[in-house]
């Protein structure tokens, strides 16, 4: 029988001090450039991580690579399209040259294209396929290779609340892609928890930033889906660190397979009336 837990409140002080301290971790952040990535690629920063941009445009992500290293920390921006076998391969090989190791991988790169499930054409559908999901699973296989070699490592996976919720019309593509980004991260999380890497994946409703605001726009469509969420105002980027720091700290170490809901309490509504 094991011994049981000793409680030392100094060492149990340190190590909770520990626990959500980021110093020396390098993290590669998809979508790194955007209005939830960029945010994160700071936060990771203030916690102690070296980060790595990744992100289509090279131009927004070399200005949150300089908001990194503002902060004292090591950075670097990789223009890279998550879709492409060749692009994902040749940006792990960059991150390990540079940095030696990967210790987080967060996937953000995402689309929706809303149109009616009757009317959806195979190359829009496709294309939602290839980022959310193809996108994330070559991300997740090659980190992943580089954190079983290395015997440990984080991955952050980013879902939505629409992984497990549908709506009336128009998320078909978005929807069933979150469904499967669900499914991956619980897969890799069986397969790889015998190589002390930790799968799990974050699922939030609708945070105000860029991309997100014309929705926000139209007051009537804002209305009735805030009436949704029982904290009663949309989420922030910010609302996403404290699960984001945790899930890549070792606060975090016994976790995996998990789909966190940060919805402000959206899923425990059945429907939006």
Not at 67 to 94: F, H
Request: with cysteine; net charge neutral.
């Amino acid at each position: 029988m094991e011994k049981a837990y000793a409680i030392e409140p100094e060492k149990v002080s340190e190590q909770v001090k520990r626990m959500y301290d980021l110093t020396g971790k390098v993290a590669v952040v998809t979508g790194g450039a955007g209005g939830l990535g960029g945010p994160t690629c700071v936060a990771l920063a203030s916690a102690g991580a070296d980060v790595v941009v990744v992100d289509m445009n090279p131009e927004k992500s070399e200005k949150i690579a300089e908001q990194v290293k503002s902060l004292g920390r090591k950075s670097m921006a990789i223009q890279v399209d998550v879709t492409k076998e060749e692009d994902v391969k040749s940006m792990v090989k960059k991150v390990v040259d540079e940095f030696k190791k990967i210790d987080i991988l967060i996937t953000y790169a995402g689309m929706n294209i809303p149109k009616p499930a009757e009317e959806y054409p195979l190359e829009d559908w496709n294309k939602v396929m290839s980022l959310n999901v193809t996108g994330m699973f070559l991300c997740c296989r090659e980190v992943g290779k580089v954190m079983i070699n290395q015997k440990s490592g984080k991955i952050i996976n980013v879902s939505s609340v629409r992984s497990a919720f549908a709506l009336p019309r128009n998320y078909l593509g978005y929807c069933t892609s979150k469904g499967a980004v669900n499914m991956i991260t619980k897969q890799l999380a069986c397969e790889w928890g015998k190589f002390n890497v930790n799968v799990n994946a974050i699922a939030p409703t609708v945070i105000e930033t860029p991309l997100t605001r014309h929705i926000l726009e139209n007051k009537d469509f804002a209305e009735k889906f805030k009436r949704g969420i029982p904290l009663g105002r949309w989420g922030r980027p910010d609302d996403l660190f404290g699960t984001l720091i945790y899930l890549a700290s070792d606060a975090s170490n016994f976790i995996t397979g998990q789909i966190i809901f940060i919805d402000g309490g959206t899923t425990t509504f059945d429907s939006i009336d």
